[in-house]
Nanobody, 123 residues
Framework: VQLQASGGGLVQAGGSLRLSCAASGLTLSRYRMGWFRQAPGKERESVASINWSGGSTYYGDSVKGRSTISRDIAKNTVYLQMNSLKPEDTALYYC?????????????????WGQGTQVTVSS
């Protein structure tokens, strides 16, 4: 299984980015897919997720109302559109896949991790 994350970069506050996670060796319809982020000195936190059917999404309080998670089954790819970015959104963003046993994704229950893509928001 490989999760290839991309789309990070340097953006000014108020800007937007779309992160992509291309999955191989894994079927999106069998996993909850999500994004975590980790800033220096902080714990890895769940940002957003979409369940195996695509019918349910979760957003962490820190990005709720500013981000949208989606997926393209044909491309086996998950996206995270982030708008109105803030300096506190600066972190390494990881794509993740888990079985969705818990209502909220947690890092210790993730089955597969992507390599991370850096998002830096300047003020």
């Amino acid at each position: 299984v490989q999760l290839q994350a991309s789309g990070g970069g340097l953006v000014q506050a108020g800007g937007s980015l779309r992160l992509s996670c291309a999955a191989s060796g894994l079927t999106l319809s069998r996993y909850r897919m999500g994004w975590f982020r980790q800033a220096p000195g902080k714990e890895r936190e769940s940002v957003a997720s979409i369940n195996w059917s695509g019918g349910s999404t979760y957003y962490g309080d820190s990005v709720k109302g500013r981000s949208t998670i989606s997926r393209d089954i044909a491309k086996n790819t998950v996206y995270l559109q982030m708008n109105s970015l803030k300096p506190e959104d600066t972190a390494l963003y990881y794509c993740a896949a888990d079985r969705g046993f818990l209502s909220v994704p947690i890092a210790t229950m993730v089955d597969y991790w992507g390599q991370g893509t850096q998002v830096t928001v300047s003020s």
